[in-house]
């Protein structure tokens, strides 16, 4: 389950009901999805709609940075329903612009808007064709962001994102799973049963046709490559030069998204404690088995003991678990990561780590109130983040074991997660879970995300990234046609783009120019030197 990094300089990450056909005009309204009794819902006046860019009133944005909103209907199936507001930010082209990029930056549940204002000159190559657009999907950041709760939530309900699941009481895990879910559904607003990467898509080419575009060009990391795939899906035809970048999988269910995560970030935290342990600032000392000892019995003793912590509310070990694996998304992280670990372990400091959970900045405490409007920065819920990521992945999952079946499968889960990592198996299972309780999920996006008819797609896959396995990347590209044209990244980390020159130079040259580099071929790790290679090299 991909997540999204929510620190500079780091660029990454980690619906609707069955499968609709979409018969499609290339470039002007599309016709619409056939609704139960077989009409055809109006969503013309959503299609014909104009972006208004104004200054942001936001003061977390850049001043150079324009804001705007666009309207798509709640339920596409009845779009007289109700309607939201979506958030949308960019950046000016410089010159002469040939219409707009638009960037996701992964998660699911990461906002659009404010990376884009915190890593904007990242993508100032892109300025010198186009207008670079972020926007806020459904149910995230300022366009009508769910939540479970204040961020504390209730101390009877003994189920939380941040706790361990406790696999020796099943019955009651399960009881307050469901409580869970019921908490996230009173907290969210009516967006919850919309939310998903199929009705995101939808409002992509909204919004495509409302800042005046032909065709969608797009560049999308980690869950941003789904919604990019489902796009391509849905919207042939209408798919411009479309960029992929840490590529998830169409296919694999949430459980075994978990295994392949844990699996991934355990390999990432070794890599890290091997370089950590060659410092005398190590805060595990400079033996290498006894640093990945004591990793395990911090995250446990803070689970079972946790820490008071200046963002409010205790500090568990999970908290730190998903902390470490915001740090090693990169190796340009690793002395932070270092440093932070080391103000904790030495005197209890949190800040540090939550830092590199919360992305540098102290988490919003809004008081939300579920509604179709934009919300600003300071109303975002502490907890969206964690929401959205759940409510996404759970939307676009079909799997739904009943309870018989989970309690019988949690102690075989519970092991096979924690011999994937003994730090991150128990949090990526925990994720996992969270599910149960909600209504099944779509099966659009592993029975008809495939053999895709659209323009080439690039598809960057990275040989060490921990969050989205080099696996994923052939495998949908396999799945998705003729149209992937696969770019082979020999470095390490989540994503290639801000982290390789070779893979920013290729996609900003393809984006830019439409010049696609062979399929199969690769780019050298930053520092080992060497050109691009084909796929004979």
């Known amino acids: 389950m991909p997540a999204v990094p929510r620190t500079r300089p780091a660029l990454r990450r980690c619906a609707g009901a069955g499968a609709v056909a979409l018969a499609l005009l290339g470039a002007g309204l599309p016709a619409t999805t056939a609704a139960a009794g077989g009409e055809q819902p109006d969503l013309t006046p959503f299609y014909r709609q104009k972006v208004r860019w104004t200054a942001c009133k936001d003061v977390e944005l850049p001043r150079d940075m324009q804001c705007a909103k666009v309207t798509v209907p709640l339920d596409y199936a009845r779009p007289a329903a109700g309607t939201?507001?979506?958030?949308?930010?960019?950046?000016?082209?410089?010159?002469?612009?040939?219409?707009?990029?638009?960037?996701?930056?992964?998660?699911?549940?990461?906002?659009?808007?404010?990376?884009?204002?915190?890593?904007?000159?990242?993508?100032?190559?892109?300025?010198?064709?186009?207008?670079?657009?972020?926007?806020?999907?459904?149910?995230?950041?300022?366009?009508?962001?769910?939540?479970?709760?204040?961020?504390?939530?209730?101390?009877?309900?003994?189920?939380?994102?941040?706790?361990?699941?406790?696999?020796?009481?099943?019955?009651?895990?399960?009881?307050?799973?469901?409580?869970?879910?019921?908490?996230?559904?009173?907290?969210?607003?009516?967006?919850?049963?919309?939310?998903?990467?199929?009705?995101?898509?939808?409002?992509?080419?909204?919004?495509?046709?409302?800042?005046?575009?032909?065709?969608?060009?797009?560049?999308?990391?980690?869950?941003?490559?789904?919604?990019?795939?489902?796009?391509?899906?849905?919207?042939?035809?209408?798919?411009?030069?479309?960029?992929?970048?840490?590529?998830?999988?169409?296919?694999?269910?949430?459980?075994?998204?978990?295994?392949?995560?844990?699996?991934?970030?355990?390999?990432?935290?070794?890599?890290?404690?091997?370089?950590?342990?060659?410092?005398?600032?190590?805060?595990?000392?400079?033996?290498?088995?006894?640093?990945?000892?004591?990793?395990?019995?911090?995250?446990?003793?803070l689970d079972e003991n946790p820490v008071p912590s200046d963002f409010g509310g205790p500090?568990?070990?999970?908290?730190?678990?998903?902390?470490?694996?915001?740090?090693?998304?990169?190796?340009?992280?690793?002395?932070?990561?270092?440093?932070?670990?080391?103000?904790?372990?030495?005197?209890?400091?949190?800040?540090?780590v939550q830092n590199l959970a919360s992305g540098g900045y102290a988490l919003p405490h809004g008081q939300h109130r579920p509604g179709g409007g934009l919300v600003g920065s300071a109303d975002i819920p502490v907890d969206n983040l964690s929401a959205a990521l759940m409510a996404i992945n759970c939307a676009d999952d079909p799997d739904r074991p009943s309870a018989p079946r989970l309690t019988r499968d949690l102690a075989r889960l519970d092991k096979e997660y924690q011999q994937a990592s003994p730090v991150f198996g128990r949090f990526r299972l925990t994720q996992v879970l969270l599910c149960y309780g909600r209504p099944r999920g779509t099966d659009f996006i592993r029975d008809e995300v495939k053999d895709v008819s659209s323009a080439p797609m690039l598809l960057v896959g990275t040989r060490g990234d921990p969050a989205t396995p080099y696996s994923w990347t052939v495998e949908t590209a396999k799945r998705l046609g003729p149209s992937a044209v696969v770019l082979d990244n020999r470095g390490d980390g989540h994503t290639g783009y801000t982290s390789s020159t070779c893979v920013h130079g290729k996609v900003d040259d393809f984006l830019l120019y439409g010049t696609l580099p062979p399929d199969g071929s690769s780019c050298p790790a930053d520092g080992d030197g060497g050109a691009v290679t084909d796929a004979s090299d």
């Open 315 to 352: 500090f568990t070990g999970q908290d730190l678990v998903d902390a470490i694996g915001q740090g090693l998304y990169g190796k340009d992280l690793w002395p932070l990561l270092e440093r932070a670990l080391a103000a904790l372990t030495d005197d209890g400091d949190t800040r540090g």
């Open 84 to 301: 939201l507001d979506l958030a949308l930010s960019r950046y000016r082209a410089t010159g002469r612009s040939r219409g707009s990029v638009l960037l996701n930056f992964g998660g699911p549940g990461g906002s659009g808007v404010s990376q884009l204002g915190q890593d904007g000159k990242e993508f100032m190559g892109l300025t010198n064709g186009y207008d670079v657009v972020g926007f806020d999907p459904r149910g995230v950041g300022r366009s009508s962001p769910v939540s479970c709760g204040d961020g504390t939530g209730d101390p009877s309900d003994g189920a939380s994102a941040d706790e361990p699941p406790d696999v020796a009481r099943p019955q009651a895990l399960m009881k307050a799973l469901k409580q869970l879910t019921l908490r996230c559904t009173r907290n969210s607003g009516p967006v919850l049963s919309h939310i998903g990467t199929v009705n995101a898509s939808r409002d992509l080419d909204v919004i495509r046709q409302a800042l005046g575009d032909r065709k969608l060009n797009y560049l999308g990391f980690s869950y941003g490559t789904r919604l990019g795939a489902v796009y391509a899906a849905q919207f042939p035809y209408n798919v411009g030069r479309i960029a992929l970048d840490g590529v998830d999988t169409l296919t694999e269910s949430l459980a075994e998204q978990g295994v392949a995560g844990a699996r991934g970030q355990q390999t990432a935290l070794d890599d890290f404690l091997d370089w950590c342990v060659t410092d005398r600032g190590c805060p595990f000392g400079q033996d290498r088995r006894k640093a990945g000892d004591a990793v395990v019995k911090l995250v446990r003793s």
